[in-house]
Every structure is written in C-alpha cells, then in structure tokens.
C-alpha cells in the first residue's frame, strides 16, 4: 500500500522511544532501514520465555568463525604465513565481524584490507572453495550459492565438471584467466564461499573427533584451554531450570554456577552468602517446575553449523548433569532431553530460516523465534533476551523485546551495547545469581 511521506513521519512520530538504524549489505535497496524499539524493561512481572544467541551466548564458537575469516583474507591475498601478513587487527576489527551477518562481516574485511587482495589467488581460492563445498558440503543451500556465484561468472559450465570429478588444479587451469575482474558485489560473494570452506572444514574435522589436532595447526587456539565447542558459564543449569527439570534440586547445580561467577569477579563467594544464593537458585528450580518457560535459540549461523554446534552442546551439557548429584530420575529426564536438543529449545531459528540480507541487526530471526514459541506480542513484555553483540541487542530490541540482556565476552567486549536493557560482564552466572533472571518472583 502506498502512503505519502506526511503520513509515514506521522505514524513514525507516534513512536515515543528510541530507534535504531540499521544498514544493509551493499547491494540491498534501501542502504539504511530504521526500527522501532521496545521500550526498556528491567524486570518482568512473569517469565514465558528466554531467547538466546548461540555462538558467544550459548557456546563458544567465535574464535573459530574468527580464524575462518582471516583465512579468507589469506587466501585471497595468498599471504598464507604469519611471515607475509601478521593478521587482522583484533583490538579494532572483532566488533565488526562478530554478531552481524557473514555478508557484513566479510564486506568490512575486505574494504579494510582491501590492498592484500590480489585477483589470482582470490580466484584460485574461490575455485577451490567451490570443489570442497560441491562435493563435500552438507548445506544444500550453501551448495545452491556457490553454483549462483559460478553462474554468474560466466563459468556455469564448471559445475558439471566439478560434480563429473575434475581436479582442482585443472579447474584453475581451464577457467582462472576467463574470470574477469569481479565488483565489489561479486568478491564478497567469493570471500564468503572461501569463508564457509574453511569454517565447515573445521567443524566436520570436529565432528571426527580431530579437536587436538585443530588447535594444534591453528595458532591462536594452541593456548585455548577446554575444547573448542563448549558452553559457555551458566548454559548447563540455565538450560534444566527454565525447563522445569531441576526443582527443589537445583541446589545440586548452584554449586558450579557460584564457583563460575567466582571465576569470572575474581573475588570469592563468602560461605554465608554461597547458602542464600543456592537458596536463591532452589526456589527458581521450584518456581520453573510450576511455570516452565519457553526456551529458544537464534543464530545467524546457518542450520549446518548450530546442528552440528549444538549437538556438541548438548554431549557438554550431559556431562555435566552425568557427573552432579541430582537424584537419578531427574538425571534421567534431563540425559534423555539433550539427546536431541529440538526436545529441549520451543524455538530454534537459525540463519537459514530467513535469509542472508535479513538477519541481525534486523528483527527477522527473533521475531520467528518469538512466532515458534507460541508468545503472541501482547507477552513480549514477558520475555527476556540474551545476546553478546551490538546487533544482535538492537535485533531483540528491534523484535519488541524490553527486556535485553547483553552478556559480553572478550571478542565483544568492545562493542556499543546500548541498545541492552542490562549489560552483565559476568554473563548467565550474574543474571541467575545477581538478577533472578530478571522475573519479579525471584
């Protein structure tokens, strides 16, 4: 329906509150959208539902997605070694290419670095990229994409031999000096195929038990203390509780809860108060056995990758609860729920859900997320949000979601978390032992 300019700025004017701008990759129309914000709301007469981010929020990912996108650039400059080319800049780069879209972070590299990239290697990599993820990807969407991209250099023959056997080698051979220069639209799609290469390589190495050997070829995780995909502080009782699971034996849990925040403060928990906090947290085990919440996750990382993340997840988190002093039953339940995790999310909605140029900041995801659960808009205000990035706040905001909570880590530490209603240094530990989840009845 077309309205005239007058009566947009008059239903806009009608909004009393904040706004966020919110750009678009470089080839969408309009450049800029703007959204309306839910207002703030710090604490919640009830709680249906929690929404959670999954890679920085519910898992730790990002060092991976980190490494996968500064081998792109070392592919498609062919400074391979920390000899040629030192790396990105992580004090100034990591807030803008964690949280966002892949296109928007793969767009801000290559601007960045724009004199690295050399037309000879981006199209060798591109090629070879294109090989692995048409004979060895499970994403048939991510398959989809690459044969876009081929088609639209002009080499749509090239998939036929790609999926006929052809080597590398003799692809790079045929085609690399028929491609032409490609726009800046065109490299991005490329630096994104050479990016989703790399990060799937690595989960599927992950996903045949190659963990040791990953960290030991990747420098920046050869100090990484743990495993590579693993919760993050608080996910394996925050899971249980809001679930129901725990009851009046969440007391069991609270224990590892308290020694986490411990960790993260620095300062130890005085034996007094270690007893009113796991009083604290048995009483939210009892109120969630009463009302359980709706639990729901959201990712820009396509269903590939949080099936395979997740899936990890959930084998941490039965570890957990194998090993804790919860009675059997409840042990039983809860081991029985994480051997799939659709049985314990109401929602989960990943970037392959909607599309590229619609994911955070905008709305989309958490909008399909809040849909999912069943929360119908007049409950927004009985929801709360966690993310660990600037848009993926402005994306729960944006949602009509007041309550948002923003649970940075070190890689996101330094982004604008305005658009949060709470910022929680000490992550789900702090929100569950300093906020009672934020829910008047804690």
């Known amino acids: 329906m077309l309205r005239s300019f007058d009566h947009v700025v008059h239903i806009l004017k009608k909004h009393d509150g904040e706004f966020a701008e919110v750009h678009n990759p470089s080839y969408v129309y309009p450049p800029r959208e703007y959204y309306p914000l839910a207002s703030p709301n710090p604490h919640l007469a009830e709680l249906k539902a929690i929404l959670m981010d999954m890679d920085g929020t519910t898992t730790t990912t990002e060092v991976l997605c980190i490494h996968s996108l500064e081998m792109m650039l070392r592919r498609m400059s062919g400074k391979l ?40 290697e981006t199209i060798h990599a591109f090629i070879a990229a294109a090989v692995s993820t048409l004979v060895n990807g499970q994403d048939e969407a991510r398959k989809n994409e690459v044969v876009q991209h081929i088609k639209k250099l002009g080499m749509a023959p090239m998939v036929d031999e790609i999926m006929a056997g052809s080597e590398c080698e003799t692809l790079i051979s045929k085609y690399a000096a028929k491609i032409p220069d490609p726009g800046f639209s065109m490299l991005t799609g490329m630096g994104i195929d050479i990016y989703y290469a790399e990060y799937h390589r690595i989960l599927a190495r992950l996903g045949e038990g190659d963990a ?63 007893r009113v906090l796991k009083h604290k947290v048995t009483e939210m085990g009892k109120a969630f056995e009463q009302s359980p919440a709706k639990l729901g996750l959201v990712t820009s990382s396509i269903f590939y990758e949080a099936d395979i993340v997740m899936g990890e997840v959930m084998r941490e988190v039965s570890e957990v609860i194998a090993k804790s002093s919860l009675g059997n039953a409840r042990k039983d339940l809860i081991l029985q729920a994480c051997e799939d995790y659709h049985r314990v999310y109401d929602a989960f909605v990943t970037a392959s ?81 300093e906020y009672g989840l934020f829910f008047a009845d804690s």
């Open 81 to 120: 070694s920390r000899e040629d080319w030192g790396g990105i800049d992580r004090a100034e780069d990591l807030e803008h290419i964690i949280g966002n879209s892949t296109t928007k972070h793969v767009e801000y590299l290559l601007k960045k670095y724009s004199e690295l990239i050399a037309k000879d």
């Open 212 to 274: 040791g050997k990953i960290k030991e070829e990747i420098p920046e995780l050869k100090d990484l203390t743990g495993k590579l995909i693993a919760p993050m502080p608080g996910i394996p009782l925050v899971i249980p509780l809001v679930k129901g699971w725990l009851g009046a034996e969440a007391h069991h849990l609270a224990d590892i809860l308290i020694g986490e925040y411990e960790t993260s403060t620095g300062k130890p928990v005085p034996e007094e108060k270690k």
């Open 353 to 433: 859900d909607s599309s590229e140029i619609r994911l955070k900041p905008h709305r989309d995801l958490y909008s399909l997320a809040l849909h999912h659960a069943g929360i119908q808009p007049e409950d927004f205000d009985k929801v709360v949000g966690f993310e660990d990035s600037q848009s993926g706040t402005v994306a729960i905001r944006a949602a009509g979601i007041g309550c948002c909570v923003a649970v940075p880590f070190a890689q996101t530490a330094s982004h604008d978390l305005g658009a949060a209603t709470h910022i929680l240094p000490h992550g789900i530990p702090q929100a569950i032992l």
